[in-house]
């Protein structure tokens, strides 16, 4: 069964990047059937997807976030990476790495519904 | 940019009752949507995917309608585990785009 385990710095101070990491196991994140992505959720608040990433490197943002934003794939660690520019305080959330199936449509292969969902890992945007 | 809009954002049952969770689209998706519930603390889950097919080990009180532009899920009879948080979420086009949620609880 496919697990997704991410790490980050859990407090961080305004304007910094911090980087974060989701270990996957259970499964190679080689595959052509599935996509990676990150998503987060501010304290009670909804979710916000941030970008995705195949394994060949090609990604998707999210245009609030794109000029801060860098997804990054590691096929030999078998992990993927988010990196988030100059954050602030309205960065504060809970980051999800999350699993895509890609589903066939229109003659290629898309990016489709999450399955599975790390636990999260709180990034808190503080001095 | 498509926008997903849920309603209600509240929704008050009984258990034992029917719930019916609405999400529109602010242009056609196709059938290329998913709904996901989230509990305090955890993070969500897949239920519907394709707009009406159940994930993997889903109940069967669970149901998902529509295409296009309006979207429904269906909990046939609501159990005390249903009682969470669900988000639309729409897999059609870039930027994937998540609803704002509707919070099912307990009346």
């Known amino acids: 069964q496919l697990q997704l385990q991410e790490s980050g710095p859990g407090l961080v101070k305004p304007s910094e990047t911090p980087s974060l990491t989701c270990a996957v196991s259970g499964g190679s994140i080689s595959s052509s059937s599935y996509c990676w992505g990150w998503i987060r959720q501010p304290p009670g608040k909804g979710l916000e997807w941030i970008g995705s990433i195949y394994y060949t490197g090609t990604t998707y943002y999210n245009p609030s976030l794109k000029s801060r934003v860098t997804i990054s794939v590691d096929t030999s660690k078998n992990q993927f990476s988010l990196k988030l520019n100059s954050v602030t305080a309205a960065d504060t959330a809970v980051y999800y790495c999350?699993?895509?199936?890609?589903?066939?449509?229109?003659?290629?292969?898309?990016?489709?519904?999450?399955?599975?969902w790390g636990q999260g890992t709180l990034v808190t945007v503080s001095s | 940019e498509i926008v997903m809009t849920q309603s209600p954002a509240t929704l008050s049952v009984s258990p034992g009752e029917r719930a019916t969770l609405s999400c529109r689209a602010s242009q056609s998706v196709g059938f290329n949507l998913a709904w996901y519930q989230q509990k305090p603390g955890q993070a969500p889950r897949l239920l519907i995917y394709d707009a009406s097919t159940r994930a993997t080990g889903i109940p069967a009180r669970f149901s998902g309608s529509g295409s296009g532009t309006e979207f429904t899920l269906t909990i046939s009879s609501l159990q005390s585990e249903d009682f969470a948080v669900y988000y639309c979420q729409q897999y059609n086009t870039w930027p994937r785009a998540f609803g704002q949620g509707t919070k099912v609880e307990i009346k």
């Open positions: 999350v699993r895509a199936h890609n589903y066939y449509g229109s003659g290629s292969y898309y990016s489709g519904w999450f399955d599975p």
